[in-house]
């Protein structure tokens, strides 16, 4: 991960991190950013509220690399559904969802697993209506929670979301209509603006995720400019993964890492945080997805595997090469 910072009005505020230990050492996981931090001494545990500077101010750390077998923080993928149909998108489209029964049970198993945050992706999980208590569980449990969405109903649902999560990711793959709403489709980028400016308003922690591709990377610096006039946190810049319907595009459309390295770089000294998440800060990663399995990133970020049904910590636990346990 490479980070430009920023000094804005918004460094004087505070967020919600998740606190614990693992290997040890105490660290922090940030829900806005998604990323982990060492504190070096394992003094604070749970849900913690700390001055968006002194985040910042934490070293940042690979969860692979703190020597433990479980995971600092996961994404849930607890819907396949979504309202838009973006031709690089992430998700496996044949990953068979759960019902609200069986949703429950693995949020319940999530909250009690000692992860310190989950991301609830998708699929769009603005699609799903008992979102409210399923992230009434997660943050039960103790976990630090952050919702991953296009923004297009972020209007409607915002209010209740600002008494639940502590961050909202939205994406967006252009800094106006005509350079996203090629991807996602007519009328998107209106919509997800005004699910971003919802989120704000309700003063929910608000980060853009913008996937880099070799068809936007030239839109970069004005999408920063824009994330800096919505008035976000900051913005991360996703390295293009070849993954689910998007891995036909992979060949065309992935920016090899020296060059994703250089175009965040020459971003300089941006009007907000960037961070660019490359695929070596995805390897290893744990997602459960929408039919309740544990899947995990492989060691070089090519290719996601389903290993096992979640039924309980240890099938979240991360012993072999592979993330087998
Ligand atoms: S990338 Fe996101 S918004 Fe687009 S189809 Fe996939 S889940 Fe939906």
């Known amino acids: 991960m490479i980070t430009s910072t920023a000094t804005t009005g ?61 995971p600092v923080s996961v994404c849930w993928s607890p819907i396949v559904r979504c309202n838009l149909a973006c031709p690089h998108c992430l998700d496996d489209k044949s990953v068979p969802e759960l019902g609200r ?27 799903i209506r008992d979102l409210p208590t399923l992230l009434d569980v997660l943050v039960d449990g103790g976990c630090a929670v952050s919702v991953t969405t296009n923004g297009t109903h972020l209007p409607r649902r915002a209010e209740a979301l600002a008494r639940r999560v502590d961050a909202i990711r939205v994406s967006l793959d252009g800094p106006d209509p005509q350079r996203h709403d090629r991807w996602r489709g007519e009328g998107s980028f209106a919509k997800a603006v005004s699910g971003i400016r919802a989120a704000l308003a309700h003063g929910i922690p608000t980060q853009i995720q913008a996937v880099l591709m070799r068809s936007t990377a030239a839109g970069l610096p004005a999408l920063v400019e824009l994330a800096d006039r919505l008035g976000v946190h900051g913005v991360t810049v996703l390295q293009y993964l070849p993954f689910g319907e998007g891995a036909s595009l992979a060949n065309v459309e992935q920016v090899p890492d020296e060059e994703a390295l250089d175009l965040v770089g020459a971003l300089g000294p941006a009007p907000v945080p960037v961070r660019l998440r490359t695929r070596a800060d995805a390897a290893g990663f744990t997602v459960v997805r929408a039919d309740g399995q544990v899947w995990r990133n492989a060691p070089d970020s090519t290719a996601i595997a389903a290993l096992r049904p979640l039924t309980g910590p240890v099938s979240l636990a991360v012993t072999g090469r592979d993330g087998s346990a």
């Open 10 to 70: 918004r460094a004087s505020a505070r967020r919600r991190v998740g606190c614990g230990t693992r290997g040890g050492t105490g660290v922090v996981y940030d829900p806005l950013t998604g990323l982990t931090h060492r504190t070096g001494e394992p003094t604070l545990t749970g849900r913690a509220t700390l001055a968006n500077e002194s985040i910042a101010a934490l070293p940042e750390v690979h969860p692979g690399g703190l020597g433990d077998v479980m």
């Open 101 to 127: 029964g069986g949703r429950a049970e693995v949020a319940a198993r999530i909250a009690a697993s000692g992860v310190l945050g989950v991301d609830v992706s998708g699929g769009e999980p603005l699609l």
